[in-house]
């Protein structure tokens, strides 16, 4: 059963890069694997309630992540109908390209130690449409977003969902990991940068801006929304610190808040007038479709932890490789291929707080792996699938273009890292 299973995501996940060749929407082929990979799962086992109840509890965390994904991409095209990115477009005035990259990805990095990977990555791909025209460009900063995203949320333990994952299960403080972390996961956006920037010349085309735009806001609600929108999403992390609940509803209260706000802000204008600032124009404007896809990736990987697969695939790792350095780097190499929350989770099974204690060297270089390790595929990390769907990137540009920096600099984060724990 484990080896159709097996068969099926590989399937799957081939057929989802090569679906610029097979002309289909890699959504369609997510969920069609997600489906498959636990339809073979029930079949091939006797008993089929406790499948039922796994099936419910992997979709409970799922969804966890769809709505906290759903209510960011809302808050974004919120602030997007709004014309609020203008105020912060309209303050970027280089046009070279060099200087643009590092400006991007220095704010990617440090924006996502404090929000996460996935919300930052959202906002900073919707301002790059705001500041490039020209697609090629465009798509090249998109690849380097994903990886400052990646590589911030490593250091901070809010800022990635395995960190935060080690973070509330005791086997790192907070203090802590971002002392030992920084500077590696640092190293690890530097090296793309530096491998990228003899491409980067002259200079970016600006978008043309529409004069004659009936749906012009004022200054103020601009600003208004601006500010409400990233305090919403700046508001999640403190929500969850304060409430001990999901990231999820810190999101969908700030949505709902927002959501008043605009309602306000809009009355006694025609619905003519405000057809464009509503949130459910926005809900029209949401990539649908990489949600989906999102559904499917998350449906398929939760069969592989639900069977035992991963669970496998990590004693497998411990038995033969018998080297703590190597077994947390193929973990993050794993992590480009399936998410990395499973593979972080049957880590944290296998290993005990006895074992290695918190803060120790084997949980802080899990942290950083399972983190960075996600940018070297666009599949293997939720910053990576959300900038895909944004911007309708395929695997094989991504793998020609982005994959061998992303590699390099996640080897010299982890030397870094080895030199720093020695």
Known sequence: MNLWIMLLFGLGYLAITLEDALKTNKAAIGLITGVLCWTTYMLGSSEK????????????????ILFFLLGAMVTVELIDAHEGFEIITDRLRTTRKRRLLWTVCGITFFLSAVLDNLTTTIVIVTLLRKLIADRNDRLLFTGLTVLAANAGGAWSPMGDVTTTMLW????ISALNIVKMLFLPSLVSILVPILMVLPRMKGNIQ??????????????????????AGLIVLLGVPIFKTFTHLPPFMGML????????????????????????????????????PSILFFLGILLAVASLQSSGILQEVAVWLDRTVRNTNLIVLWI????????????????????????????????????????????ILIIGSAAGVAAMGMEKITFFWYLKRISFPAILGYLAGALVYMLLAA
Not at 206 to 227: G, H
Not at 341 to 368: C, I, K, R, T
Request: a negative charge.
């Open 206 to 227: 600006k978008p043309e801006v529409l004069t004659d735009n009936p749906n012009t806001t004022s200054l103020r609600d601009r600003q208004i929304i601006l500010w």
């Open 49 to 64: 309630e406790p499948l039922v109840h796994a099936l419910a509890e992997h979709m409970g965390e799922i969804s966890q």
């Open 253 to 288: 209260l700030g949505l709902g808040l927002i959501w008043l706000l605009t309602e306000y802000l809009h009355t006694g204008k025609s619905e003519e007038d405000k057809a464009f600032h509503t949130v459910v124009y926005a809900l029209r404007k949401v990539d649908s």
């Open 332 to 375: 993050g190499f794993l992590s480009a291929i399936v998410d990395n929350v499973p593979l972080v989770a049957a880590a944290q099974g296998m290993y005990s707080l006895e074992q290695f204690p918190a803060d120790h060297y084997f949980w802080e270089f899990l942290a950083y792996c399972a983190g960075t390790g996600g940018s």
């Open 168 to 171: 509330i299960g005791g086997q």
